[in-house]
Each structure stands twice: as C-alpha cells, then as structure tokens.
T-cell receptor
Framework: DGGITQSPKYLFRKEGQNVTLSCEQNLNHDAMYWYRQDPGQGLRLIYYSQIVNDFQKGDIAEGYSVSREKKESFPLTVTSAQKNPTAFYLC???????????FGSGTRLTVV | GDSVTQMEGPVTLSEEAFLTINCTYTATGYPSLFWYVQYPGEGLQLLLKATKADDKGSNKGFEATYRKETTSFHLEKGSVQVSDSAVYFCALVHNTGTASKLTFGTGTRLQVTL
C-alpha cells in the first residue's frame, strides 16, 4: 500500500544535539511538507518542497533544515539553534491542491 | 492572508448526539476546503473535502457544505459514536499549483461518552 513513513515514532535527544527526522513516501507525489504541532495548537509549516532539489521556508523555519535529493525522501534536521524543539512533527505530501495532503503518523521529539 | 477559525473545544457529547463543529475562513477567491481528523498519537487523516461553492463533502456519516456567502464549512454528524473521539481540523488551500500550502485551524477536540 502507498503511504508516508515517518521514523522513528519517538525520539529523545540531549539539548544542543542536532537530530534528523526521516520522511519517505511511495505515492509518487511531487510536493512534500513538514509541520510542527504543539499541544493544544494547530499545525505550523516549517518547510515545503515542490520538486527534487528545491525547497522553501514555511512560517517557522528558523532552527530547522531540510534536503530533497530524491522525490521519495524529505528529511528534516532539527538543529541546536532551534530554541524549543520538543514537539510532534508531521510530514505530508500532495499531488495537487484539490486533493489535500496525505500525512505520515508523526515523530514525537523530546529534548532533555 | 488566509486564515481559518474553528470553535473552541473540547466539545463533549453523549453517544448518538448530533455534532456540529463550526469553521469559518478568510481567503480571497475560491479555495478548496477540507476537514481532517487526528486520533491520539497519530497523523492527520483526510475526512472530507469540497472544492467549490455549494459542494457538500461527506464521509463516514460526516458532512460539510461549502458556503461561499457565509465563508463557512461547518462539520456535522447526525449521531456520534465513542470512536469519533478525536481532534478535528478545518483547512483551506488555494488551487494555485502543486505545492500550495494548506492553512489549518487550531483544531477542535471532540469527546464522546457513553
């Protein structure tokens, strides 16, 4: 079955360390997205990518970085510059705006 | 810019009660509208959508009608079940290319009790 796989589901890191969250899709979607979700809040866009080797900043890109070397993969790195990285991170992809997004099951990052 | 406003939660209902979750939006033109559902610890799942005015999206007993005149897309269900307990997000997107960004509301938590 086609879908989006995020790994790991839970991730613990020490403060000051960089950490990379994986997102892989086999839906043949061109566009991919990263969102951050904090308790009781909506989703905030971190980065998005329309095509391979191209990506744009979202609303809260500071302290994060991404790459898009393959159509199927859109990893997110949470750097030590991100002041409050503990959150639930969601990856999504889409093939066209009228179809909405397909979401992964998320990665819960806890920085201690 | 675009925005989506949802009613504050949590919404607490007894099983078999009628559900309405209000959603209004601010956007230029004719965006597509969506409802997503998020179960605890999981990602979001598309529940239903409408791409033009007066369209009605429906799925699993849930319905929402795209009302351009009131800029609303309220979610309704005639008889809720305990299994419907989740967080519901209203969202919109402009039909302007492949990677248009969805704008989400803050979500409304629904709790259904026996």
């Amino acid at each position: 079955d086609g879908g989006i796989t995020q790994s790991p589901k839970y991730l613990f890191r020490k403060e000051g360390q960089n950490v990379t969250l994986s997102c892989e899709q086999n839906l043949n979607h061109d566009a991919m997205y990263w969102y951050r979700q904090d308790p009781g809040q909506g989703l905030r866009l971190i980065y998005y990518s329309q095509i391979v080797n191209d990506f744009q900043k979202g609303d809260i890109a500071e302290g994060y970085s991404v790459s898009r070397e393959k159509k199927e993969s859109f990893p997110l790195t949470v750097t030590s510059a991100q002041k409050n990285p503990t959150a639930f991170y969601l990856c999504a992809s889409s093939t066209g705006t009228s179809y909405g997004y397909t979401f992964g099951s998320g990665t819960r990052l806890t920085v201690v | 810019g675009d925005s989506v406003t949802q009613m504050e939660g949590p919404v607490t209902l007894s099983e078999e009660a009628f559900l309405t979750i209000n959603c209004t939006y601010t956007a230029t033109g004719y965006p597509s509208l969506f409802w997503y559902v998020q179960y605890p610890g999981e990602g979001l799942q598309l529940l239903l959508k409408a791409t033009k005015a007066d369209d009605k999206g429906s799925n699993k007993g849930f319905e929402a009608t795209y009302r351009k005149e009131t800029t609303s897309f309220h979610l309704e269900k005639g008889s809720v079940q305990v299994s419907d307990s989740a967080v519901y997000f209203c969202a919109l997107v402009h039909n302007t290319g492949t990677a248009s960004k969805l704008t989400f509301g803050t979500g409304t938590r629904l709790q259904v009790t026996l």
